[in-house]
């Protein structure tokens, strides 16, 4: 059977009829009286276990150190060089290390990894110094894995087009891996494989295709 619009209406008159107008909510008082224990941490952190706290000493001279070089200007070639090599590679001098496991780890010995925190607050002109210190670095010493690692993340945080002075820059650090390449006797050796990455990425996701290996 077809209803049409105002058989509709009268059966939803009908409907609305049977509905009463005040609805009343059945609710058991004593549940609400009930108490209820809600867990709530006030404490922050949870205490390290025995022998897993570092000494009061080192944690003050790590917030030294990190407080001292956390922001190196863009200018302070020396200081990006310590925060990323760190003062061991920079000096090459041997770390310290202590016979107590719970010091944990310096980075101000061994470099801060190029974490996200860090290179998202670098503007271009900061990216473009700090790899421009690092490929000198590369030109001057040895290709190590912190290395590699900061110039991938440099890499990383260049915006297309290149301006001129970066467009340069990456030129000569692919052509400054290609030298270092050229040096290492194992071509099964792991520091092949980030020189090429490397040289790849300049090559051809930066458009510098006469730089590029030739496909085999």
Same mark, same amino acid.
């Given at each position: 059977?077809?209803?049409?619009?105002?058989?509709?209406?009268?059966?939803?008159?009908?409907?609305?009829?049977?509905?009463?107008?005040?609805?009343?909510?059945?609710?058991?008082?004593?549940?609400?009286?009930?108490?209820?224990?809600?867990?709530?941490?006030?404490?922050?952190?949870?205490?390290?276990?025995?022998?897993?706290?570092?000494?009061?000493?080192?944690?003050?001279?790590?917030?030294?150190?990190?407080?001292?070089?956390?922001?190196?200007?863009?200018?302070?070639?020396?200081?990006?060089?310590?925060?990323?090599?760190?003062?061991?590679?920079?000096?090459?001098?041997?770390?310290?290390?202590?016979?107590?496991?719970?010091?944990?780890?310096?980075?101000?010995?061994?470099?801060?990894?190029?974490?996200?925190? =860090?290179?998202?607050?670098?503007? *271009?002109?900061?990216?473009?110094? @700090? %790899? $421009?210190?690092?490929? &000198?670095?590369?030109?001057?010493?040895?290709?190590?894995?912190?290395?590699?690692?900061?110039?991938?993340?440099?890499?990383?945080?260049?915006?297309?087009?290149?301006?001129?002075?970066?467009?340069?820059? =990456?030129?000569?650090?692919?052509? *400054?891996?290609?030298?270092?390449? @050229? %040096? $290492?006797?194992?071509? &099964?050796?792991?520091?092949?494989?980030?020189?090429?990455?490397?040289?790849?990425?300049?090559?051809?996701?930066?458009?510098?295709?006469?730089?590029?290996?030739?496909?085999?």
């Amino acid at each position: 059977m077809r209803l049409n619009f105002r058989h509709s209406f009268f059966f939803c008159r009908i409907e609305a009829a049977k509905c009463p107008d005040v609805v009343v909510a059945e609710i058991d008082p004593k549940k609400l009286k009930k108490k209820q224990t809600v867990n709530i941490s006030l404490s922050g952190c949870q205490p390290a276990p025995v022998g897993y706290s570092p000494t009061l000493k080192w944690q003050r001279e790590q917030v030294a150190h990190f407080s001292a070089i956390r922001q190196p200007k863009s200018d302070d070639e020396e200081g990006w060089k310590k925060f990323c090599l760190g003062e061991k590679l920079y000096l090459e001098a041997a770390v310290q290390v202590s016979s107590d496991d719970s010091e944990g780890i310096d980075y101000v010995q061994i470099g801060f990894p190029p974490l996200l925190s =860090i290179v998202s607050r670098m503007n *271009q002109a900061t990216v473009t110094a @700090v %790899l $421009e210190y690092l490929t &000198n670095w590369l030109a001057a010493k040895e290709f190590t894995t912190e290395l590699g690692r900061w110039l991938y993340a440099l890499l990383a945080c260049l915006e297309k087009p290149l301006l001129p002075e970066a467009h340069s820059l =990456i030129r000569q650090l692919a052509r *400054q891996c290609s030298e270092v390449r @050229v %040096l $290492e006797e194992n071509k &099964n050796d792991e520091k092949v494989s980030a020189l090429n990455l490397i040289i790849c990425l300049v090559g051809r996701y930066f458009d510098q295709h006469d730089l590029a290996d030739e496909a085999t």
